[in-house]
């Protein structure tokens, strides 16, 4: 940024916070949807939309919404609160970052 600020954010955080409406709804929708199994993500391509933002694509195929400056600075800012928030709404389903550890048989 212009005042020199660098901010780096791990594909996984990018993919989990992705401004599309799939993962943050659509109008009207209630809440954001929950995206597990994302720990080893990459991406595999940056286009830039004019001078508003970039469009990232992701190895899970995931490339839709366009990440605008302003939003990547709020992800940058806020990243450890949200990745905090994140961890805690996986664990309250019984998922994981780690996609291998979505598909073990539940042992009650």
Known sequence: WENGCEIK???????????????????????????????????????????????????????????????LHYLGVNKFALMKRYIKNLRAVGKSRNPALNHRPVVK
């Open 9 to 71: 954010l791990p594909a996984e955080f990018l993919r989990v916070e992705s401004p599309s409406a799939e993962v943050q709804g659509h109008v009207g929708a209630s809440e954001k949807r929950l995206i597990f199994g994302r720990m080893h993500v990459n991406i595999i391509g940056i286009e830039p939309q004019g001078h508003y933002g970039v469009l990232l694509k992701f190895d899970d195929l995931h490339e839709s919404g366009i990440y605008s400056w302003e939003y």
